[in-house]
Structure formats: structure tokens, C-alpha cells
């Protein structure tokens, strides 16, 4: 068992953790970064990357999270295989952080980078079919589907927002909800509502994906939610837009969160409600959640960590001595 000592601990290591790291080691404050379960995070699991800015060509997820990391290391980060298990912020700074490997990390301040999940179904075929025509991010992967026949999965704003979005790339967009009802905002229900492309699908439930010869997505096995009656879709792409899951177990009870459990920062800024600790990339955005956005998070953290750490500089100093009047 160790403890490690740093400046700026970085809990998550997705754009925003890194970017975090890259900006806070070129600022002295020596991050290490504690990288979880899954180094480099979502974007591992994508393949192909079109919209990070910087890359003419396609890039793939992981190669580019490589990178990421590489740069990190290069300007002097420390990187930890370790997942955190357990946080200490309620006596503010410096913040102490707990291990599965038992080892302790102590940092004047806290970057939290811990990211979100897509939730996915469960349904046979879907996991097995990621990447290969069921995805869970419409801006990443709908380019791919261009002029073919798309569903989107879900009922709520982003189901809805994915739908409006895959138009740009196809007239056939099928949005299938449990229920025959939307629970996205009005505003966007009237534009689904408006578009000729946008086919909803009431009622219905994806029982299975299943691949055809080619071992890509050939069609959904639908089961209707009133009548069990099950039916077949022929797509493409689908598209599972039933929400996504922050990961912030670890700070329930210590920071506040919305109803979804994304941390709450204060408007336009990383920063929570304890001073020097900051959140940044997915787990407090779920409006955005693209890795570019997360890296400019990420970067935010860290100017702020930096302006945060010359405060508690400033208050460890003396005072300087007044000089006496003549
Ligand atoms: P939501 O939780 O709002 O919606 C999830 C949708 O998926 C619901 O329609 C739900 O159905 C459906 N669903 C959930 N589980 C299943 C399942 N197992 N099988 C089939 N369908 C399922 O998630 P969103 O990601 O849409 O939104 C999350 C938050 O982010 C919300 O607060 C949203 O307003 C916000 N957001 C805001 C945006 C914006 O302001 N531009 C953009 C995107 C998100 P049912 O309705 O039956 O429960």
C-alpha cells in the first residue's frame, strides 16, 4: 500500500481527464491520473472518429485515446492502473482518494473525470453488432449510414435529437418507443412531428438485432408492448438512445447532482460546491457529451485548478509585515 502525493489528482481518463493532465503538467501541478476500469473511456469503444478536430482523415477512438494519454505522459503525468473505490472531500483540500489496488492519493485538488455510459438495451445481438450497425451516438457514427435505413431507439430528447439528426444523412429514420407518447420536450416532438423523413413506431419494444450474411445489422425483431404480437424491421443502422448513466456512485452524498445524477457545477465553469474540486467532460454534461466538448471541460479544470491552487498558496503564506508609519 502506498499513497501517492500531487498537486492535482485526476480521477478518469477519458478527453476531459487527459486534457486536464496535459494543461495541468505543463502548469506544474504534477497530475496523476487514477484511470478506472476503462482507460482512454468511450471512445474505446468506438471505431471510427470523424468530428475531433485536427484530423483530416478518419481516425479510430482507440488510437486517438492513445495519444491523448502519450501526451498526457510526455508533459509529465503520472498514470495510475487503479480504480478509485472510495473519496474523502468533505474536509476540503487536500482531497483524499481511495484505491481498489488499497493504495492512497492525496491531491490539493480534485478533477473529476469519471465520464458517462450510454445504457443500452440488453437485447440479444446488441452488443454483439456494436460497431457493425447498432450504436449509441447518432453525431458519431450517423455519417456512416448516409442515403440507408435507420431506427433510432427511445422516447426522450436525445432518441428525438438523434432522430433530427440522422435526417441530414437519411430520408428513413424509424423512431421506435415503448410507449405512444414522447417524453422529449414539445418543441422537439413538433419537429419530429414535422418531418417527412421521421416514421414513429408506437408501442413497440427491440426484442433482438440480428445480423445478416455479412455479419452487420440486417434487421430488429420488434415486440409490441400492447399486444406481444413481435414483427421485423429491416435497417442498417439503430440507433439505442435510452439515456446515459454518469458514473458519480463514488460521490453520492457528497456532491450534488440533478435528478440524473450528473454533477452539478456552477453555470459555465467546472467548478462543484467544494473549492478545488472541479468536474469536467460527461459526467456533468449531459446535453453535449462529445469528446471535444469533454476535452475543452478537461482544459477548463485545469485553468481553474491552477487559479484555485494560488489561492490556498496565497492563504499558506505570511502576511507580509506592515511597515510602521513615521
Ligand atoms: P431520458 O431518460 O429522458 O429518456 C429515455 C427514453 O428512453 C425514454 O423515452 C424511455 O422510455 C426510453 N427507455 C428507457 N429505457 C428503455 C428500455 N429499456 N427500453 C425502451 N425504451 C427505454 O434520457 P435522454 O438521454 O433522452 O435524456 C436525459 C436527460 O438529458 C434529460 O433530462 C433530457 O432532457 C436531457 N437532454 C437534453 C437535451 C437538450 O436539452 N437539448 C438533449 C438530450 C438530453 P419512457 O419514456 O417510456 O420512459
Known amino acids: ?38 482507460p482512454g473511456g468511450q471512445l474505446t469503444i468506438t471505431t471510427d ?13 482507440p488510437w486517438l485515446m492513445e495519444q491523448m494519454q502519450a501526451q498526457a505522459e510526455h508533459v509529465g503525468t503520472r498514470m495510475m492502473w487503479d480504480t478509485i473505490v472510495d473519496v474523502d472531500i468533505a474536509g476540503g483540500s487536500p482531497f483524499r482518494a481511495v484505491g481498489d489496488s488499497g ?3 492525496i491531491g490539493d485538488v480534485l478533477v473529476i473525470a469519471t465520464g458517462a455510459q450510454a445504457k443500452w438495451l440488453g437485447a440479444p445481438g446488441e452488443q454483439e453488432l456494436g460497431g457493425k ?5 447518432a453525431t458519431c457514427d450517423g455519417f456512416f449510414y448516409r442515403g440507408k435505413k435507420v431506427a433510432v431507439i427511445g422516447g426522450g430528447n436525445t432518441a428525438v435529437e438523434e ?8 430520408d428513413d429514420v424509424t423512431l421506435i418507443h415503448r410507449r405512444d407518447e414522447l417524453r422529449a420536450e414539445k418543441i422537439l416532438q413538433e419537429r419530429v412531428f414535422a418531418s417527412d423523413k421521421i416514421k414513429p413506431l408506437w408501442n413497440k419494444s427491440v426484442d433482438s ?79 453535449y457529451r462529445q469528446a471535444v466538448t469533454a476535452a475543452g ?30
Open 1 to 38: 500500500m502506498a499513497t501517492h502525493r500531487t498537486k492535482m489528482l485526476i480521477i478518469g481518463s477519458g478527453p476531459a481527464g487527459y486534457s486536464a493532465a496535459i494543461y495541468g503538467a505543463r502548469a506544474m501541478m504534477e497530475p496523476i491520473v487514477v484511470q478506472g476500469l476503462q
Open 49 to 61: 472518429v470523424e468530428n475531433y478536430p485536427g484530423y483530416k482523415d478518419v481516425v479510430q477512438g
Open 103 to 105: 493504495d492512497e492519493y
Open 133 to 137: 450497425g447498432v450504436s449509441a451516438c
Open 163 to 170: 432522430a433530427l439528426y440522422l435526417t441530414n444523412h437519411s
Open 209 to 287: 438485432f440480428e445480423a445478416g450474411e455479412d455479419g452487420s445489422l440486417h434487421h430488429l425483431v420488434l415486440k409490441d408492448t400492447q399486444t406481444g404480437e413481435t414483427s421485423t424491421l429491416e435497417v442498417d443502422g439503430a440507433f439505442v438512445a435510452i439515456g446515459h448513466a454518469p458514473a458519480t456512485e463514488l460521490f453520492k452524498g457528497k456532491l450534488p447532482m440533478d435528478d440524473g445524477g450528473y454533477l452539478l457545477v456552477d453555470a459555465g465553469t467546472p467548478k462543484t460546491e467544494v473549492p478545488g474540486v472541479f468536474a469536467c467532460g460527461d459526467v456533468m454534461d449531459h446535453i
Open 297 to 326: 471541460t478537461g482544459c477548463m479544470a485545469a485553468l481553474d485548478a491552477e487559479r484555485f491552487l494560488a489561492t490556498l498558496d496565497f492563504a499558506k503564506d505570511e502576511m507580509p509585515a506592515v511597515e510602521a508609519a513615521e
